[in-house]
T-cell receptor
Framework: QQQVKQSPQSLIVQKGGIPIINCAYENTAFDYFPWYQQFPGKGPALLIAIRPDVSEKKEGRFTISFNKSAKQFSLHIMDSQPGDSATYFCAASERRDDKIIFGKGTRLHILP | DVKVTQSSRYLVKRTGEKVFLECVQDMDHENMFWYRQDPGLGLRLIYFSYDVKMKEKGDIPEGYSVSREKKERFSLILESASTNQTSMYLC???????????FGPGTRLTVL
């Protein structure tokens, strides 16, 4: 059973566009929702994270939108650049056991 | 800066061999994790540990075991490697307080 569902699997966007990656979860005990960015040959790196007490968080060009009632959250990348081309993973964890559960990932390609 | 290091970037082993993958973190994090990453399947949790000598099974523990004798070190053991264990193995650590996971660079294991 997939606890964190991520879509789309892959995404191609023109430079300057706003790619949006969506995730949904079932477990209402999740209380921490990080996003990771992974470049080829590297381990994933924490990009931005949100807790369910806020509906939006911005860090630079990256924004997380969080909808607690729908159990959904999404990543928006403003003014996307070719250097943003990477695989993005959403994840969720709960304070009870700190286990981090990942979505299957989205391969993002930004066209120059 | 948090540093998570893994003993090897690339490893080639034969079917039936015992394989040790080592991970060390330098941030005094309580939690450590082992994931495997396969195309189309994302990051799947094998085992995690929230304290020295403590371990918990993740989603795919079969064929693996772990050891955590010291807080900074978490080892993944393949008792008898099989070809279906060919994968990228990623170690991560996190603080119970913050929940942010930090990953190592990964070990690409090939079992022939």
């Amino acid at each position: 059973q997939q606890q964190v569902k991520q879509s789309p699997q892959s995404l191609i966007v023109q430079k300057g566009g706003i790619p949006i990656i969506n995730c949904a979860y079932e477990n209402t005990a999740f209380d921490y929702f990080p996003w990771y960015q992974q470049f080829p040959g590297k381990g994933p790196a924490l990009l931005i994270a949100i807790r369910p007490d806020v509906s939006e968080k911005k860090e630079g060009r990256f924004t997380i939108s969080f909808n607690k009632s729908a159990k959904q959250f999404s990543l928006h990348i403003m003014d996307s650049q070719p250097g943003d081309s990477a695989t993005y993973f959403c994840a969720a964890s709960e304070r009870r056991d700190d286990k981090i559960i990942f979505g299957k990932g989205t391969r993002l390609h930004i066209l120059p | 800066d948090v540093k998570v290091t893994q003993s090897s970037r690339y490893l080639v082993k034969r079917t039936g061999e015992k394989v040790f993958l080592e991970c060390v973190q330098d941030m005094d994090h309580e939690n450590m994790f082992w994931y495997r990453q396969d195309p189309g399947l994302g990051l799947r949790l094998i085992y995690f540990s929230y304290d020295v000598k403590m371990k918990e099974k993740g989603d795919i523990p079969e064929g693996y075991s772990v050891s955590r004798e010291k807080k900074e070190r978490f080892s993944l053991i393949l008792e008898s490697a099989s070809t279906n264990q060919t994968s990228m193995y990623l170690c991560a650590s996190s603080s119970t307080l913050l929940g942010d996971g930090y990953f190592g660079p990964g070990t690409r294991l090939t079992v022939l």
